[in-house]
């Protein structure tokens, strides 16, 4: 048994403008796009994921993820004035390969322009052979969702489910994968 980490949006867009997407099927080409003028408008969560699939952590959410195993980057944003705490743009450098043929994603068309699939979507849940009981902080090896809204998956193991369900951290919550 292993958990996917869900957690809510946060009602911001992190990429400011399309240079970073395919201009045939609006898909990212790219996550390494740092955005100085970035303004997190809900600061309540540890853990939320802007609209076009980033992943923003709190200082409280990165001092939890830093013991537990997996490789990760946290990205200090700049400080507001309306921010109480320090918060981060998290990537996940560990990815775990998705059991297509257990999860049923359906994939989209193929875009001839950038290789990607336009979408991937209806996948059951996020199956993956490689999950044990002791995995760390990883991601899925698919980004789900379609164009600039793909997502990776957040997963871990049953051990690091239990150290963030006892850190009690705001917004996130774990969804069981068995």
């Not at 998290?90 to 336009?118: K, S």
């Amino acid at each position: 048994m292993y958990f996917e980490i869900q957690c809510p949006d946060n009602d911001t867009v992190w990429l400011p403008d399309a240079t970073t997407l395919c201009p045939a099927c609006g898909c990212k080409t790219s996550r390494d796009h740092w955005n100085p003028d970035f303004v997190l408008k809900k600061t309540r969560y540890d853990l939320g994921v802007t609209y076009d699939g980033f992943y923003i952590a709190s200082e409280r959410f990165k001092a939890v993820a830093e013991t537990l195993p997996g490789r990760q980057t946290f990205v200090p944003l700049p400080p507001r004035a309306h921010y109480r705490r320090q918060y981060y743009l998290m990537e996940l450098l560990d990815e775990v390969r998705i059991d297509v043929a257990r999860a049923g994603p359906q994939f989209g068309p193929l875009c001839g322009r950038c290789g990607q699939h336009r979408y991937i979507v209806g996948a059951v849940a996020s199956f993956s052979q490689d999950m044990r009981a002791d995995t760390g902080l990883v991601r899925s090896d698919l980004q789900f969702a379609d164009g600039k809204e793909k997502f990776y998956a957040l997963l871990v193991g049953a051990e690091a489910a239990d150290v963030l369900a006892r850190a009690r951290l705001d917004g996130l919550w774990l969804e069981v994968v068995e």
